[in-house]
């Protein structure tokens, strides 16, 4: 309901406020900047791992990065051969930009869905345990996969090497100090944490932009430096109910951000932005509703990987493992966060956008029925 309403606010505000619509517009990019850091380290205090067992996870992980990887290339290509005209196929710039879109349009996030399956008894159940690895080896995944998009749309220039040196050393950081730092873990602690490390980032981006102009500023996504935060705090297994609130408060909160950070979209005319989407003619109505289902299908369709491993485990076992990584969550979300940057718009943001509003309005169908697959499967 949030990101609908930031959706209809997007297109109202800038023509009733007008010239004061930049000021909101900054502030909704910093507080959309700050949630995604908390919601990030939050990400990254979940991941735990064996580390004298971590040949254990190379299946799961293998598993995740293909369910993360399948629906995202399946999304990419239909964006190519749908959305653009052929003579754009074989565009390199074109294909960087659907990447990025498709990238947003295929997401994993089941917290929802742990709570379900722990509320009817199922914790200790395989399908539980099992989707808590997926889920947040997907999330690890989806973070990692934006870092060769963020290169390829940089190009070949010295913010590159800038970047590749940041992330290998953020990596190497977070695997060498994983749950070494006992911090302050309450509600507000990480939320300052967050806006440091979101402040932090966007300083960098205004002092470069300063320096060496807008086109080569120096982008350095918020995603990794805040999971990695998240790894490095040693995590405490207890949160009063007040953590919980804000913490979902801050999550919706962001969802309503994303929304009202969409650029104003004209179903008659090209959309607003300078990339090669945004320049495209936008759909009707109708065609866009077809799109967001096929690329709803597609994208689920991806997901249902894990049907082809784990052949130990039965059919219903593996399928509700499969439907369960159907539901949508903030991670994905935030790649917007970063197309945005990048003056990515057109047809392909719209949908991915309202393709992340279905599934998340069929979440709890997903829920149920896996719910449904699992009781049956332990009656059993």
């Not at 949030?2 to 606010?9: A, C, D, I, S, Y």
């Not at 801050?250 to 090209?270: C, D, E, N, T, W």
């Not at 065609?287 to 967001?292: K, N, Y």
């Amino acid at each position: 309901m949030l990101l609908m309403v930031g959706l209809l606010l997007s297109q109202v505000l800038p023509t009733v406020m007008g010239e004061s619509y930049a000021t909101l517009s900054e502030v909704v990019y910093i507080l959309l900047g700050t949630c995604l850091a908390f919601i990030m380290i939050n990400v990254g205090r979940e991941f735990e791992l064996d580390k004298s067992n971590v040949g254990s996870y190379i299946k799961d992980y293998c598993v995740a990065m293909l369910a993360a990887a399948a629906p995202w290339i399946l999304i990419a290509i239909y964006y190519v051969l749908f959305l653009l005209p052929s003579d754009l196929w074989s565009s390199g710039d074109a294909w960087k930009e659907t990447l990025l879109l498709s990238r947003f349009a295929a997401p994993t996030s089941a917290g929802i869905l742990f709570s379900m399956l722990a509320a009817i008894g199922l914790q200790r159940s395989w399908i539980y345990r099992k989707i808590q690895v997926l889920a947040i080896f997907d999330d690890l995944d989806t973070i990692l996969l934006m870092i060769p998009l963020q290169i390829a749309m940089i190009g070949l220039h010295w913010q590159m090497g800038v970047i590749l040196f940041v992330v290998i050393g953020l990596l190497w950081f977070g695997w060498k100090k994983m749950s070494s730092y006992s911090m302050r873990q309450d509600w507000w602690a990480i939320l300052i944490y967050a806006v440091i490390v979101f402040g932090v980032i966007h300083a960098i981006y205004l002092v470069t932009k300063k320096l060496f102009g807008a086109d080569d500023a120096l982008h350095i996504e918020v995603l990794l430096p805040a999971f990695v935060l998240g790894m490095v705090i040693k995590r405490e297994h207890k949160e009063s109910k007040s953590d919980e609130n804000i913490t979902t408060a801050i999550s919706l909160l962001f969802m309503l951000f994303v929304g009202m950070s969409m650029p104003q979209i004209s179903a008659s005319a090209h959309a607003v932005g300078d990339s090669i989407m945004a320049s495209q003619p936008m759909p009707s109505w109708g065609v866009i509703a077809l799109h967001v289902v096929a690329v709803s299908i597609l994208s689920n369709i991806g997901k249902l990987v894990p049907m082809l491993f784990y052949r130990n485990h039965s059919i219903k076992e593996r399928l509700a493992l499969s439907i369960g990584m159907f539901t949508r969550g903030e991670v994905g979300a935030g790649v917007i966060f970063i197309a945005l940057g990048y003056s990515i718009g057109g047809a392909a943001l719209l949908i991915s956008v309202l393709t992340l509003v279905l599934n998340l309005v069929l979440t709890g169908v997903f829920v149920l029925i896996v719910k449904r697959l699992a009781l049956s499967t332990y009656n059993e």
